[in-house]
């Protein structure tokens, strides 16, 4: 059973066109999910592991 992707920013499930996945900046051990509308906005996003913040 697959899990559905999350944005990091606001939780909403990433399907649809304009949302971007990519590796923590920071550690490169988690994926981080992004909708649209939070990257639009510049909603900041934690990387659960390390911790990392960023735009």
Request: glycine share 12%; charged share 25%; with cysteine.
């Amino acid at each position: 059973m697959a899990t559905d992707k999350i944005c990091s920013s606001c939780g909403k499930r990433l399907i649809g066109h304009g949302n971007t996945f990519f590796k923590c900046p920071k550690c490169g051990e988690v994926e981080i999910g992004r909708c649209a509308q939070c990257r639009d906005q510049s909603v900041p996003y934690e990387c659960p592991k390390c911790g990392f913040i960023g735009p």
